[in-house]
């Protein structure tokens, strides 16, 4: 069973960072391209960035672009999202998912709640 | 950027059929996705590649798409279809992925 967990969200004052883990167990990992989504509270879907897998190809949406990095650690099973100069509107819950062949987002995890508060 | 547009809510009575537009420039040439999102509950892909359904997910959700408009089609409506549901593409002129701003669907 593909499982995909993710955690590290809190609460940071704006201007933070803030590093976002996601485990993945039940699939081959490491052949797997990985995507970072988020949804702010009462929001639709919003696409944050995708990392092949390989980390050789890396994309990012405009409203993260220079802030945010995505990496991942193939040994250990894992992606993550580095945040940087947080800003009020990352307020989301911030999900993992694997990238199907399609371009679509198969399978999600449970989120993580991400709050950018002074 | 690409911009999906979706109507923000749909009603429906059980049994019947529920029509979801989701709006784009060209989007009969692009693949499109479709997601339900229950409340408190991460997002499920429903149809994928315009009309294709993943194992598991039953017949009565279909898709199409032509010209400027994609379409998810719920029939024979039950209360347990209620949720938002959400289109998606790749827009591969600015490497990006895309959703549609989500219809919600309300059964009466």
């Known amino acids: 069973e593909v499982q995909l967990v993710e955690s590290g969200g809190g609460l940071v004052q704006p201007g933070g960072s803030l590093r976002l883990s996601c485990t993945a167990s039940?699939?081959?990992?490491?052949?797997?391209?990985m995507k970072w989504v988020r949804q702010a509270p009462g929001k639709g879907l919003e696409w944050v960035s995708y990392i092949s897998s390989a980390s050789e190809t890396f994309y990012y949406a405009d409203s993260v672009k220079g802030r945010f990095t995505i990496s991942r650690d193939n040994a250990k099973n894992s992606l993550y999202l580095q945040m940087n100069s947080l800003r009020d509107e990352d307020t989301a819950v911030y999900y993992c998912?694997?990238?199907?062949?399609?371009?679509?987002?198969?399978?999600w995890g449970q989120g993580t709640l991400v709050t950018v508060s002074s | 950027s690409y911009v999906l547009t979706q109507t923000p809510s749909v009603s429906v009575a059980p049994g019947k059929t529920a029509r979801i537009p989701c709006g784009g420039d060209n989007i009969g040439r692009k693949s499109v996705h479709w997601y339900q999102q229950k409340p408190g509950q991460a997002p499920v892909l429903v149809i994928y590649?315009?009309?294709d359904r993943p194992s598991g997910i039953p017949e009565r959700f279909s898709g199409s798409n032509s010209g400027n408009t994609a379409t998810l089609t719920i029939s024979r409506v039950e209360a347990g279809d209620e949720a938002d549901y959400y289109c998606?593409?790749?827009?591969?002129?600015?490497?990006?992925?895309?959703f549609g701003t989500g219809t919600k669907v309300t059964v009466l």
């Open positions: 998912a694997t990238d199907g062949r399609a371009s679509t987002f198969d399978y």
């Open positions: 998606q593409v790749w827009d591969s002129s600015s490497d990006h992925y895309v």
């Open positions: 039940g699939f081959s990992f490491n052949t797997y391209s």
């Open positions: 590649s315009d009309s």
